[in-house]
């Protein structure tokens, strides 16, 4: 531009640094409604709402449990049963008569 001062090499560089990463992905159509779907109830951008889910999913999941008598009690999954310890002295009793291999 006229009157303004001339662009240094290495603030044009850094400046380039500063822009989000272009790039084409091709993704489920189920998941890009759903994205779209995101992005207009949270009012942000697409690019934002994938870059946001992507970061979250290669977030490892915490690995701190509760203990009890210094044992992890390990999370159960949605209907499950609890181990009892009549469940496990019936697998000892198994094991004992060689019915499990």
């Known amino acids: 531009m006229p009157g303004s001062a001339p662009l240094r090499p290495d603030r044009a560089c850094i400046r380039c640094y500063d822009e989000m990463m272009r790039t084409t992905i091709n993704l489920d159509e189920e998941l890009l409604r759903t ?6 109830t949270r009012r942000e951008t697409l690019s934002k709402v994938i870059s946001d889910l992507a970061w979250k999913g290669l977030s490892p999941e915490p690995t701190s ?37």
């Open 35 to 40: 994205a779209k779907a995101i992005a207009a």
């Open 65 to 101: 449990f509760s203990t009890r008598s210094g044992f992890p009690l390990l999370p159960a999954r949605p209907g499950a049963l609890p181990v009892t310890a009549q469940h496990v002295a019936d697998l000892l009793d198994a094991l004992d008569q060689d019915e499990i291999a």
